[in-house]
């Protein structure tokens, strides 16, 4: 390869057309070069296949960043049903709404995978520049001499195609990413998650009404394990049921019907009655394991890491694809400061990216923990309220945890520093008070300006 092409390739080859593979190629046929996507699956859009991970999704400031650098949001807008906070279900079927901001545009919303997936296929292929090729799983990639071999499934053949640059957008089983570790060039962590998570589904009501409140994200939050729910546009949720893999209620202790129903019975009474097909969905719909990856390096020669092939998240801040669309936004940047030197952007991107991967990975397993638990703590429920004060009296210190995460484009890394000390400030304010009229915010005030940098 001579300089030019190593420094402005002109043929990418994408590694999976899931939803950061197929933004990329939108961002990447706007700059005019070639793309080429492989993608093991059938193309959702001919045939009806499963989603994949998960039915919805939750999409937030950052994913919405990156779909309007697109000019994508007016098409996007349809798919959408916001929701304003978490809806919480106690075992009594009470039902308490924790608000996630408190702006009016502070919402989050429920999006369909394969409406946001299908959307970003079509925008690519409208580009004239790229070209998907489904039923192609990629088997192994020679990264020294640029070359992939794939698998053409409906010819039963084995293909070798040549890249120029190589972006392994391939998930978190990611075969670039294990290309790259058989070459030591990358050493990679996983971290598998003792919890798994089973979907489950709410249907419309009978006269096609949502069953619950559709403008909220619903938990069962029962301390070991939880639900959620999340609306879809043909009125009915798809819950979540997210537990332990072994032990007293978990997915290796429920195994026969009556179990299943004495669970629910006890402990998401008022769920059970809207799922019809609870035996059939519990039994027969796949177990899905959960865990983090977490790469030293995304790159090797001509070959790049993003997204879940990158950095897989557990899903517990909503944060994975928002991440993932980070990425393409971030790799964007980075060419733009370069003009297309991809010698010196690719770098770039990856250095941009690495810190903040690894603190929303840190953020998404911190979070199972206060969405299954510590939202049933009134403590919890006190410092949100200050933490919402603070916010309103020092906007340019001083911005809850989770809307730096979600309402924000704080890179993840600065509102995981933040958010350290800001939780500091909250015990320290909340040790001996159990209600905001008596939190001093004189005193608060002046903590978060000696302990805080301006935002
Ligand atoms: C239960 C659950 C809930 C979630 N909820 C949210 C949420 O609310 N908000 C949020 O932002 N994120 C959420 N996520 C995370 C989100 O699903 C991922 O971060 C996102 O899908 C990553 O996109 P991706 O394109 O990088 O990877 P993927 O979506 O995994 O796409 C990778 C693609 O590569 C293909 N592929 C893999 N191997 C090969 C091969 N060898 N050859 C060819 N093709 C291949 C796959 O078939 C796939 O289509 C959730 C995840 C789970 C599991």
């Not at 998570?197 to 249907?203: A, D, M, Q, S, T």
């Not at 938990?219 to 007293?248: K, V």
């Not at 997915?251 to 026969?256: K, M, N, Q, V, Y």
């Not at 009474?269 to 609870?278: E, F, N, Q, V």
């Amino acid at each position: 390869m001579n300089n030019q092409t190593q420094n402005r390739p002109q043929h990418i080859v994408i590694m999976g057309a899931g939803l950061v593979g197929s933004m990329h190629a939108i961002f990447l046929a706007r700059r005019g070069y070639r793309v080429s996507v492989y993608e093991q699956l059938p193309d959702i859009r001919k045939e009806s296949i499963s989603a994949g991970r998960s039915i919805n999704l939750a999409l937030a400031n950052r994913g919405i960043d990156a779909l309007n650098r697109l000019g994508l949001m007016d098409e996007v807008k349809p798919l959408l049903i916001p929701m304003q906070g978490r809806m919480l279900h106690d075992e009594d079927g009470e039902l308490k709404l924790q608000s996630y901001g408190q702006k009016p545009e502070e919402v989050i919303y429920s999006v369909s995978r394969a409406g946001l997936v299908s959307l970003l296929r079509d925008t690519a292929e409208v580009t004239g520049q790229v070209e998907f090729f489904f039923k192609h799983e990629c088997l192994a990639i020679d990264l020294d001499q640029n070359t992939c071999e794939v698998h053409n499934k409906p010819n039963d053949q084995k293909i070798t195609i040549e890249y120029d640059y190589l972006i392994g957008a391939d998930g978190g089983g990611s075969q670039v990413r294990e290309s790259m570790k058989a070459l030591n060039e990358t050493e990679f962590s996983a971290e598998l998650l003792d919890h798994s998570y089973k979907e489950l589904n709410i249907p419309a009501g009978p006269n096609g009404e949502f069953q619950m409140d559709k403008e909220a994200l619903h938990i069962w939050p029962r301390g070991d394990y939880m639900m959620i729910g999340l609306p879809n546009p043909d009125a009915s949720f798809t819950l979540t049921l997210f537990m332990p893999n072994e032990g007293p209620i978990s997915f290796a202790s429920i195994t026969d019907v009556e179990t299943l129903h004495s669970i629910f019975d006890q402990y998401f009474a008022d769920a059970k009655g809207l799922i019809p097909d609870l035996e059939h969905d519990y039994f027969n719909n796949p177990t899905g394991y959960l865990g983090t990856i977490r790469c030293h390096d995304w790159q090797y020669k001509n070959a790049v890491l993003t997204g879940d092939a990158a950095h897989a998240i557990v899903p517990f801040h909503g944060q994975g694809m928002n991440a993932g669309f980070e990425d393409c936004v971030a790799m964007e940047k980075a060419l733009d400061t370069f003009d297309d030197n991809w010698e010196l952007a690719i770098p770039l991107f990856v250095e941009s990216r690495m810190a903040n991967s690894n603190a929303i990975a840190d953020m998404a397993l911190e979070n199972y923990i206060e969405m299954r638990s510590t939202v049933n703590d009134p403590k919890f429920h006190l410092k949100k309220a200050i933490a919402f004060q603070l916010e309103q009296r020092l906007p340019e210190y001083f911005i809850p945890r989770y809307s730096m995460v979600m309402f924000h484009l704080i890179p993840y890394a600065d509102a995981f520093a933040r958010g350290k000390i800001q939780y500091k400030i909250l015990n320290e304010l909340t040790d001996d008070v159990d209600d905001i009229e008596n939190v001093d915010f004189i005193r608060a005030e002046r903590l978060v300006k000696q302990k805080l940098p301006r935002l």
